[in-house]
């Protein structure tokens, strides 16, 4: 029994150890200037206050008579995800939909 008494506690402890939020690393230059223009790509609005950045949708909702919910640099990212460079190994071409030339069409 006694064992038990002593085990509840450090286990508790154990717990509430690996609960413990670490602080988000500080938000690099480039990072920050990769979320606005991302937010702008996505079609929201970044206003500025000083050295803080608030990303706003350009239109409501649809269906919604209620004005738009700005989101903070922080709240943006937990939502959007922080961006991410292409892979260098991504080969991207533009060519059009179709069968494509000399297919006899």
């Known amino acids: 029994m006694t064992g038990m008494r002593i085990l509840t506690p450090v286990v508790a402890v154990v717990?509430?150890?690996g609960c413990a939020s670490t602080p988000a690393p500080p938000r690099t230059p480039e990072r920050h200037a990769a979320n606005i223009a991302?937010?702008?790509?996505?079609?929201?609005k970044v206003i500025r206050y000083g050295d803080r950045a608030v990303f706003c949708p350009s239109t409501p909702p649809t269906g919604s008579h209620i004005g738009s919910m700005c989101l903070s640099e922080s709240e943006w990212e937990a939502q959007m995800g922080t961006p991410q460079a292409p892979?260098?190994?991504v080969h991207v071409t533009n060519t059009p939909p179709g069968p494509g030339p000399g297919s006899g069409h």
């Open 15 to 17: 717990f509430a150890a």
């Open 87 to 89: 892979s260098p190994s």
């Open 38 to 44: 991302a937010a702008e790509t996505a079609g929201y």
